[in-house]
Every structure is written in structure tokens, then in C-alpha cells.
């Protein structure tokens, strides 16, 4: 390898909104996140399904059809 045209690998703190962080490697020293594998619905299971519904629920509510 050529010396001189990498970047430095350095530990990284990474820290998302939910407050949860780790340590890990990388070439910035911190990280922030938005989602992280604690508090993402896909592993923590606790999805949020929203029912909208379609175009028909849609017309029916909007003409107060039964």
C-alpha cells in the first residue's frame, strides 16, 4: 500500500437520537444517526401499522357513503 493517500481508521463513537451509542471503527471520529438497530421497528418489533386506506375508503368517508 502506498503511504501517505489513506485516511486515518480511528475508533468512532456512534450516537443516535434515541440515545443510544457504541463504539466502532471508522475514518470520522463520531457519528450521529437518525435510526439505530435499538429503536428501529424491524428489530425491535414493535411496528406501527397505519391504516389509510385506499381510494374507496377514501371517496366513502369523503361522501359519508356506508
Not at 3 to 11: A, G, L, Q, R, V
Not at 12 to 37: H, I, P, Q, W, Y
Request: with cysteine; net charge positive.
Amino acid at each position: 500500500m502506498k503511504s501517505e493517500i489513506h485516511p486515518t481508521y480511528m475508533d468512532c463513537r456512534v450516537t443516535c437520537a434515541c440515545g443510544n451509542s457504541f463504539e466502532t471503527k471508522s475514518t470520522k471520529a463520531e457519528v450521529r444517526l437518525d435510526v439505530c438497530s435499538a429503536c428501529h421497528p424491524y428489530f425491535t418489533g414493535q411496528q406501527k401499522f397505519v391504516n389509510r386506506g385506499g381510494r374507496v375508503e377514501k371517496f366513502k368517508s369523503k361522501y359519508n357513503i356506508d
